[in-house]
């Protein structure tokens, strides 16, 4: 059962097969803050959208917030148009360029985080309230959160 539970703790999970929306932009940050309290802190959405085809302006803000997420992977349903980075325009793949390079600095703090959950069980990604539990207003926020302390 233990052996279970580790791999649980330790595996990828994504927030399932998402459409390349909004909405869907959104809920991935309390799906995630959501998994991550009960254990399973690596975790993301699957950037850009699985199904449909993003907007520019999505598949970049998508790349922005998702490289804030732990499970940080670009992914999509075959049956959809292309969508590298480069397809978007100079500009566009400067903006996602840079989210990517800001992902990879820190993956020091990155692989701190990880070895933290394992040992204390604390998520990686975190909703305000559990670094202010004293702040009421923390309370309903899933909007933000914190890598970490």
């Not at 701190?112 to 926020?141: C, I």
Request: net charge negative; hydrophobic share 40%.
């Amino acid at each position: 059962m233990s052996c279970v539970f580790v791999g649980l703790r330790a595996g990828a999970v994504w927030t399932g097969d998402n459409s390349a929306e909004w909405e869907h932009l959104k809920i991935s940050l309390p799906m995630c803050l959501s998994l991550g309290l009960t254990g399973i802190s690596f975790c993301g959405a699957d950037v850009g959208g699985f199904f449909k085809h993003p907007n520019t302006e999505l598949l970049v803000r998508w790349y922005q917030a998702g490289a804030y997420q732990p499970f940080f992977r670009a992914h999509a349903h075959l049956d959809t148009p292309r969508r590298e980075p480069w397809l978007f325009g100079e500009d566009n793949t400067q903006l996602i360029r840079s989210a990517i390079r800001q992902r990879y600095a820190l993956l020091p703090f990155w692989y701190t985080l990880f070895y933290l959950a394992y040992r204390t069980g604390e998520p990686v990604m975190r909703p305000l309230w559990v670094e202010y539990p004293d702040d009421v207003n923390t309370f309903s926020m899933d909007e933000q959160y914190m890598l970490g302390e």
